[in-house]
């Protein structure tokens, strides 16, 4: 590192501050590992072995992983290990994850992850997030992660393989895709994020009074939205002494405070030997009192 003009600080100290983390950590076991991949960085170039010692540095001594613009991620266990095949990597054995921003938190409970230091990506596996920023309770609505992928410096998280919860509303788990993102402010009630949509788009065990529904189920922040699929749609059949009335059908329908509205709907009104369709109506339905 001398010969390569490397300076006291931040070089040397973020090395020796690494080691001291290590044996914190109760880690040094640890040590040949974290050296191949300080020599790993090494062999890419300055900067590569300077970003690798600040992110080894704040892991060992800070729990920090990221520090960047408005966002700062932090894990609450560092039981750790180091690869260095490709790219210089630390692998996490289970911890809980942080994102927070000055107005927002984003947390991944219990999970693993594969932090890859040159293009700060998070290689997740397993964990729970829940909807808990929007106001809705951790207990009852949550996601199960499998595998993900989270951006560091963005602050977004994909995750193809996630198990959603709504206890109390839907009685079976829903497979599908959850999206998420650490947002600078927050919004409450009116965030965006957490982001679920089903891959079925045939769920039908859910009634709103008279209502049967099939299709596929989203959330979107607090809001829970109604969706059809490529092909299909978002479908309200009404019963009247268990005969279909009338059909509503849309791409997405959303439900809020006890409402389900859509601005563009079909309707199908069924009579004893006939039916009247219309192709566009706004729709809006008041679960509660079962009014159209």
């Given at each position: 590192?001398?010969?390569?003009n490397?300076?006291p600080?931040?070089?040397?100290?973020?090395?020796?501050?690494?080691?001291?983390g290590?044996?914190?950590n109760n880690?040094?076991?640890r040590f040949d590992?974290?050296h191949?991949a300080?020599?790993k960085?090494?062999?890419?170039g300055?900067?590569?072995?300077?970003?690798?010692?600040?992110?080894?540095r704040?892991?060992?001594y800070?729990?920090?992983?990221?520090?960047?613009?408005?966002?700062?991620?932090?894990v609450?266990?560092?039981?750790?290990?180091?690869?260095s095949?490709n790219?210089?990597?630390i692998?996490?054995?289970?911890?809980d994850?942080?994102?927070i921003?000055?107005?927002?938190?984003?947390?991944v409970?219990?999970?693993?992850?594969?932090?890859d230091?040159s293009?700060?990506?998070?290689?997740?596996?397993?964990?729970?997030?829940d909807?808990?920023?929007?106001?809705l309770?951790?207990a009852?609505?949550?996601?199960?992660?499998?595998?993900y992928?989270?951006?560091?410096?963005?602050?977004?998280l994909s995750a193809?393989?996630?198990?959603?919860?709504y206890?109390?509303?839907?009685n079976?788990?829903?497979y599908?895709?959850?999206?998420?993102?650490?947002?600078?402010?927050?919004?409450v009630?009116?965030?965006?994020?957490?982001q679920?949509?089903?891959?079925?788009?045939?769920?039908?065990?859910l009634?709103?009074?008279r209502a049967?529904?099939?299709?596929?189920?989203?959330?979107?922040?607090?809001?829970?939205?109604?969706r059809?699929?490529?092909?299909?749609?978002?479908?309200?059949?009404?019963?009247?002494?268990?005969?279909?009335?009338?059909?509503?059908?849309?791409?997405?329908m959303?439900?809020?405070?006890?409402?389900?509205?859509t601005?563009?709907a079909?309707?199908t009104?069924?009579?004893?030997?006939?039916?009247?369709?219309?192709?566009?109506v706004e729709?809006?339905?008041?679960?509660?009192?079962?009014y159209?």
């Open positions: 590192m001398l010969d390569q490397y300076q600080s931040p070089h040397f100290e973020n090395y020796f501050k690494a080691i001291n290590l044996v914190n880690l040094t076991a590992n974290w191949k300080v020599e960085a090494f062999s890419q300055k900067d590569a072995c300077y970003s690798f010692l600040q992110i080894s704040n892991v060992l800070d729990n920090v992983l990221l520090q960047s613009g408005g966002i700062k991620w932090y609450t266990k560092v039981d750790v290990d180091f690869a095949k790219a210089a990597q692998i996490f054995k289970q911890t994850l942080f994102g921003t000055p107005g927002d938190t984003l947390e409970y219990r999970t693993t992850g594969v932090y230091a293009t700060e990506m998070w290689y997740g596996k397993g964990g729970k997030t909807f808990t920023r929007v106001g309770d951790s009852k609505v949550f996601c199960e992660l499998k595998g992928k989270l951006n560091l410096e963005s602050g977004s193809d393989s996630a198990m959603f919860y206890k109390g509303f839907i079976v788990p829903l599908g895709k959850l999206i998420d993102q650490a947002m600078a402010q927050s919004m009630d009116k965030s965006v994020y957490p679920f949509d089903s891959y079925i788009k045939n769920f039908n065990q009634n709103f009074g049967k529904y099939t299709g596929g189920f989203a959330m979107k922040g607090d809001e829970i939205v109604l059809g699929g490529d092909t299909t749609t978002a479908d309200l059949v009404f019963l009247f002494k268990n005969r279909p009335v009338l059909k509503v059908s849309a791409k997405e959303v439900i809020r405070k006890d409402r389900i509205n601005l563009k079909t309707a009104i069924y009579m004893e030997k006939d039916s009247i369709y219309h192709p566009q729709f809006s339905y008041r679960i509660q009192y079962q159209l």
